[in-house]
């Protein structure tokens, strides 16, 4: 099949047609995510917790998500492989730069950064030079420290419409995807409309044009409490891998998950 780009995605979105999306850390897990046809394999910084056993995605480095990246593309075939820009990897211009070119000399299409308003003139300052951006609103995790802990954004009225703001001028500076993290169905409904570009949701909802999955989690693999919005769709199969990938991505096209048992309210 064709590999997908952006251009694959704004389409989908034009047309309403949901996308799907995983994280993988490795070539037999790209492999499956990618045959299975979910459209974009994120190499994300939550391998910090589920591979390196940290407590947050804090600890984790250009270098470590370079060396995933590796891995990744060798499995890939045809996805869009987007890559975490981690903690502290983009709070200068230089240092942004020379980051975000490791990760695409690496074989990433696409690099994501978490935050709101303040990242508009990074995000220009990528995609001006050929790096498409994913900007990552509403549950930031690599502001854990910040924000008090893992918990839903954006419930109170005036948090909500920052968000919406902050959201179109995120697009408005070059952000080619949104990615929205733990936040009220009803708000990523109303920001999924406001934009033209694609929004990826994960715990924020069935509305979004399409949703993120971290690998471990839809396996049941993590051993802590898991959030609300985590489905073990490997639990719903015979066991096989292959089949809960499959599943996923058919539910996440069909419109038929995240269910409410899973989105928050
Ligand atoms: O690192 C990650 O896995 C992520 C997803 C939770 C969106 O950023
Ligand atoms: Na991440």
Redesign the pocket.
């Known amino acids: 099949p064709q590999s997908v780009t952006i251009k694959t995605l704004a389409k989908l979105k034009a047309e309403g047609k949901k996308f799907s999306?995983m994280?993988a850390y490795d070539y037999c897990s790209a492999y499956a995510v990618s045959s299975a046809g979910v459209e974009v394999i994120?190499?994300?910084?939550?391998?910090?917790m589920?591979i390196q056993g940290h407590d947050s995605?804090l600890p984790v480095t250009i270098e470590d998500i370079a060396y995933h990246i590796r891995c990744v593309r060798r499995g890939n075939v045809g996805s869009m492989i987007m890559a975490?820009m981690p903690f502290m990897s983009y709070y200068s211009e230089d240092v942004t730069l020379k980051n975000a070119a490791v990760l695409m000399s690496e074989g990433a299409h696409i690099v994501?950064l978490?935050g709101g308003a303040w990242l508009a003139e990074t995000t220009r300052l990528l995609s001006e030079r050929g790096i498409p951006v994913c900007a990552?609103m509403g549950l930031t995790?690599q502001s854990v420290n910040h924000l008090g802990g893992y918990s839903v954004q954006g419930r109170d009225p005036d948090a909500a419409q920052l968000m919406v703001d902050e959201a179109l001028m995120l697009q408005e500076a070059g952000a080619s995807i949104l990615?929205l993290?733990c936040i009220p169905e009803e708000l990523g409904e109303r920001i999924t409309k406001a934009l033209t570009i694609p929004v990826?949701g994960?715990g924020a909802g069935a509305k979004t044009d399409a949703q993120?999955?971290?690998w471990h989690d839809m396996m049941g693999l993590w051993p802590g409490r898991p959030a609300k919005f985590v489905k073990n769709f490997l639990s719903d199969t015979d066991g096989s891998i292959q089949d809960a990938i499959k599943l996923y991505d058919e539910q996440v096209k069909a419109g038929t998950f995240p269910s409410a048992e899973y989105s928050y309210e």
């Open positions: 999306s994280t994120l190499v994300g910084d939550s391998l910090g589920v995605s975490d994501k978490e990552h995790p990615l993290e990826i994960i993120i999955m971290v």
